[in-house]
């Protein structure tokens, strides 16, 4: 059964469901079937976000622990949250921006060292990608287009071959405007900014 | 996406829909004039949607006050004989339970579809009923789509099953369907052109026990014929891989069993139910004599377990029955591939590699549900706690009620302390107000003040009870994503709207403590709380300032920045603004405290919270 599994996890407000339901929109316009699961409510601001997104021809819009083929954490710390979805050799690209709970202030929860976590993922996959997205676009003076940032490095990283006009094709589709202008610059920086890597596309496809 | 598309007339277009946008499609394209909801996660987006589109699509779309509510105003348009729709979270279905019992008796005229949309695994509940129980209960049918298109299509099925039959059709929809996106095929919209047009007949409509002894005999004539429909549906599917055990399951749990047969070759049969009642007997019972062994699978409650069991009980089936089994198919939380596989294979013997990666001893920090930077609950709770330090009052109770407030469960402020459902922070308030001599404060949010803290409140007053009930009014529906209720000014059509102001209404049920205060104010706030405290009696204090999203959007739109920081040269220390105010956007580094800028909502309730003035505006 031709499956390819991807969990995009983060934090409330960068942009997580966005980022996972843009990714799906390309796979469709590249007559692949997607599905995808969101979760809503509670968490409106700072609390654990996650969506998982699979391609292929699958029913189940969430896919089983240990299959997960590409892990998009927007935020460093929480890809521990969800590892258990992860497998050996999974591509995992890292968004190195920390973003501190109240909880790590008041003293009731720790923020472990970036440092462990990195080492722990690099015994875990080959393939560990880490960037620091709200760095760059902060610099720029667009802090609020992480997801197409992040759209971008996955556009370039390109595991399932899509075409890079399906890409822009959607970004068209979902944004109007100055709103495309900027969601389009912002995709592009994050190829580049992937590329600086100096990523080895061998690995991937369906 | 742009919601005008789930307009579109463009058959055959392809939209990638969440659940609940497939549910808005379907009524739109089932020719559906009038909807009516109270938002709750996780059915909203129906309404968020369908409250956006429906002056261009010609409908007539309310967020009511309570699920009661819309429950009757959509259930009035369909004897009116329009295509209706209500819908809400499983719970919402207690508040609606009355009339939605009444309904089954009194049937409909044009079709009418009620949504229940449960949460297994609670998400963002107090519990995970299976209102599969209530639809069989109120004896109605009960459709139970499998993915999005399913959602879609099965709206306007649910609306030709109603008309053909005059009841109402449940469709039962859980969290993970409402809120998974996948590939829907849009079709045409119908376009009924009806003349709605209420024709009396009590007989029908008036259960007084005389109609009402014929009205359920009627009921359950009905369902009698709508059986041999449920018999021949074409959303009770079978699929055949020459296996050699059956596998019987409905709705979304059907995803998981195809997924991890395919996936893994094993070697079962599944007989997919999409409308599961009336239990269509015949057609389960050709396919279970066909296996020696047949293996239910169904989240939450057994309820088609218990359908197949009554069944072999019935007609002498040989088949043996598995179903929960106390270890991975218990009644507890939703079920997934995993859980599937696994009870899949150990029922075959078969063993499998589990290749979980773990990650020991670094643990990622607790982001626990919170209080948004700028809250105005925060601002009242601390409030609340400063005087209970003054008044040195240490075992006061606080009845909680639905909302976002209900965080003040957490850290550091501890202030929920009971919470049934909605409304019921005020109910609680007068029991313990007459059980024991402990302060009671309880806490209400605008929405839910609207929906059930009225009657109550009316309650309270006349049975003389003593306790302080302090409205949050932030002037929106803020936990499912901002809805308009009665304070805002605007309704579910997006038309502006008399507002119904919380303080008259109070004054109007006689309780003469009734205070309005800014809690971005806390002098005014503690002042308040302080003086309602040392009387006797209802005293109410309504706490008004807008969502700190809201207010946040309005600043970012009209380009005002205001951002707080913390001066080093004046700050002692002393973390008060970390342990009793803790707002998420206030942090500490090494030695130093400081505010994340890109949190700060620059409500400057820190710098009233800050004993030595240290919190300052950025210039």
Do not use: W
Not at chain 2, 156 to 182: D, N
Not at chain 2, 218 to 235: A, Q, V
Not at chain 2, 240 to 266: A, C, E, P, Q, R
């Amino acid at each position: 059964m031709n499956e390819y599994n991807i969990l995009v996890v983060g934090v409330g407000g960068q942009g997580v469901l966005k980022l996972a339901q843009l990714i799906c929109e390309v796979a469709i316009i590249e007559n692949k079937n997607a599905v995808m699961s969101e979760i809503h409510g509670m968490a409106q601001r700072g609390g654990s976000v996650f969506s998982e997104v699979r391609i292929g021809d699958v029913l189940s819009p969430i896919f089983e622990d240990g299959e997960g083929d590409l892990i998009i954490s927007i935020e460093p710390s929480e890809v521990l949250r969800y590892i258990h979805k992860a497998k050996k050799n999974s591509l995992i690209v890292i968004n190195d921006d920390m973003i501190v709970p109240f909880t790590v202030s008041l003293g009731i929860s720790k923020y472990p060292q970036r440092e462990l976590i990195y080492d722990e993922l690099k015994r875990l996959t080959e393939n560990l990608f880490i960037i620091n997205g709200t760095k760059i676009l902060n610099e720029k003076g667009m802090p609020f287009s992480l997801n197409t940032f992040m759209l971008g490095v996955f556009s370039y990283i390109n595991p399932l071959n899509f075409k890079l006009e399906s890409f822009y094709k959607i970004l068209e589709n979902e944004f109007k405007d100055k709103f495309f202008e900027m969601n389009k610059i912002s995709f592009e920086i994050g190829r580049e900014e992937i590329k600086k890597l100096s990523y080895n596309k061998t690995k991937g496809g369906l | 996406m742009d919601l005008n598309l789930l307009l579109s007339n463009d058959k055959g277009r392809k939209l990638f829909l969440l659940g609940n946008e497939a549910f808005a499609r379907g009524f739109i394209e089932g020719g559906g004039k009038v909807a009516a909801t109270y938002p709750g996660t996780p059915s909203s987006e129906i309404g968020n949607t369908l409250s956006k589109i429906a002056k261009k699509g010609n409908f007539y779309f309310e967020f009511s006050t309570n699920e009661k509510v819309a429950f009757e105003v959509a259930a009035s348009a369909s004897l009116s004989g329009l295509r209706s729709m209500t819908f809400f979270k499983h719970v919402g279905l207690n508040v609606a339970m009355d009339s939605f019992m009444s309904s089954a008796y009194l049937g409909t005229v044009g079709g009418f579809v009620i949504i229940t949309c449960d949460d297994p695994s609670m998400f963002s509940s107090q519990n995970e009923q299976d209102n599969r129980v209530l639809g069989k209960f109120a004896n109605l049918p009960i459709l139970e789509p499998r993915n999005p298109d399913e959602a879609r299509r099965m709206v306007k099925y649910g609306f030709i099953i109603s008309e053909k039959f005059e009841i109402p059709v449940l469709i039962r929809s859980t969290t993970r369907l409402s809120h998974m996106r996948g590939i829907v095929e849009i079709d045409e919209i119908e376009n009924l052109n009806r003349v709605p047009y209420f024709n009396k007949n009590p007989s029908r409509f008036v259960p007084v026990p005389a109609n009402a002894r014929i009205l359920h005999k009627n009921l359950i004539e009905k369902m009698k014929e709508i059986k041999e429909e449920s018999e021949n549906s074409p959303y009770n599917i079978i699929y055949d891989f020459n296996g050699k055990y059956g596998i019987i399951t409905s709705g979304i749990s059907s995803n998981y069993v195809l997924d991890i047969i395919k996936k893994y070759k094993l070697l079962f049969d599944v007989l997919s139910l999409g409308f599961t009642n009336p239990f269509p007997e015949v057609f389960v019972e050709n396919f279970m004599k066909k296996y020696e062994k047949v293996i239910v699978v169904e989240e939450l409650e057994s309820v088609l377990e218990n359908e197949v069991r009554i069944l072999k009980e019935k007609r002498g089936l040989k088949s043996e029955i598995y179903g929960k089994d106390d270890k991975i198919f218990t009644n507890l939380y939703e079920y997934n591939l995993d859980r599937v596989k696994e009870y899949l294979f150990s029922f075959l013997g078969k063993e499998y590699e589990k290749k979980i990666f773990e990650i020991k001893n670094i643990n990622p920090p607790l982001r626990p549900p919170v209080l948004c930077p700028g809250c105005p609950h925060r601002a009242t709770y601390y409030a609340v706690f400063k005087v209970l330090r003054k008044l040195k009052i240490k075992d006061a109770v606080f009845p909680s009620d639905i909302g976002c407030y209900t965080l003040g469960i957490g850290k550091p402020f501890d202030m929920a302390d009971t919470c049934y459902s909605m409304g019921s922070s005020v109910g609680v308030a007068s029991g313990f107000s007459k059980s024991t001599e402990q302060k009671i404060i309880s806490y209400i949010g605008d929405s839910t003040f609207f929906h059930a803290g009225i009657p109550p409140l009316i309650n309270a007053f006349y049975n003389k009870n003593n306790f302080l009930l302090i409205v949050l009014d932030n002037m929106t529906t803020a936990m499912t994503g901002h809805q308009p209720n009665p304070s805002v000014g605007i309704n579910g059509m997006g038309d502006e709207s008399p507002k119904v102001i919380i303080e008259d209404l109070v004054k109007g049920i006689g309780i003469s403590f009734v205070k309005v205060v800014d809690p971005y104010n806390l002098i005014q706030t503690i002042e308040a709380i302080e003086e309602a405290l040392k009387e006797e009696g209802v005293k109410v204090i309504i706490s008004r300032r807008e969502c700190a999203l809201i207010r946040d959007d309005k600043m970012r739109k009209e380009g005002i920045y205001i951002k707080y920081f913390i001066n080093d040269e004046k700050c002692r220390k002393c973390k008060i603004c970390i342990n009793q105010f803790s707002c998420p956007a206030i942090y500490i580094e090494g030695e130093k405290i400081k505010i994340n800028e890109n949190l700060c909502d620059g409500c400057g309730v820190c710098a009233q919270v800050c004993p030595f003035n240290a919190i300052e505006v950025k210039k």
